[in-house]
Every structure is written in C-alpha cells, then in structure tokens.
C-alpha cells in the first residue's frame, strides 16, 4: 500500500469520524471504559486493550503505512497518533 499524506489534524479527525459512526456503539461499554483504542485512519479497523501497545503492532503489521490514532475509550483526550506507537512497538 502506499503511505498517505495527512496532516496529524486529518489523521485525528478522520479516525474520530470513525469511532463516532460506528465504532463507539460497539465498544463503549463497563469492561472498555479507560482502555486504549487504536483506529487506522483509512480503513477504520481498530484494536482495544489496556495500553494500546499490541493493537498498534497488529495494525502496523497488516499495513506498515497504516496511519494510526489512539484515544481512550470513555474519554474526550486523545493519546498520540502513529509514529509513537511505531518507536514503543519496536
């Protein structure tokens, strides 16, 4: 696949755009509250556990050009975009 050009503002706002579609409805639930999700920007695919480490290594191995955004679930902050889950997961 090829890399995707977007600004950290678009990759946040398009991986936002997800989670409030479709994506919310499925996880915010008791056992998922203040766990981490990461959201691929262009696919919308996400991953949920307590730090976000495994999801983003998944999700980086299926597309290593992934754009990433990870938040907590129950919560309005988010945590950080792609390239830091890249320098954790190695």
């Known amino acids: 696949m090829q890399a995707i050009f977007w600004t950290e503002e678009e990759v946040a706002q398009r ?3 997800f989670y409030e579609n479709g994506i919310r409805a499925l996880v915010e639930h008791g056992d ?4 981490m999700i990461v959201i691929d920007a262009e ?10 480490i495994e999801p983003g290594k998944r999700l980086k191995q299926k597309n290593p050009n992934a ?9 309005n902050a ?3 975009f792609g390239g830091a889950i890249e320098r954790i997961a190695e």
Not at 43 to 52: C, F, K, L, Q, V
Not at 67 to 75: P, V
């Open 43 to 52: 696919t919308g695919e996400y991953g949920i556990d307590e730090i976000g």
């Open 15 to 17: 991986a936002k755009d």
């Open 78 to 80: 988010a945590f950080g």
């Open 67 to 75: 754009r990433l955004f990870m938040m907590r679930i129950g919560y």
């Open 32 to 35: 998922n509250i203040g766990k």
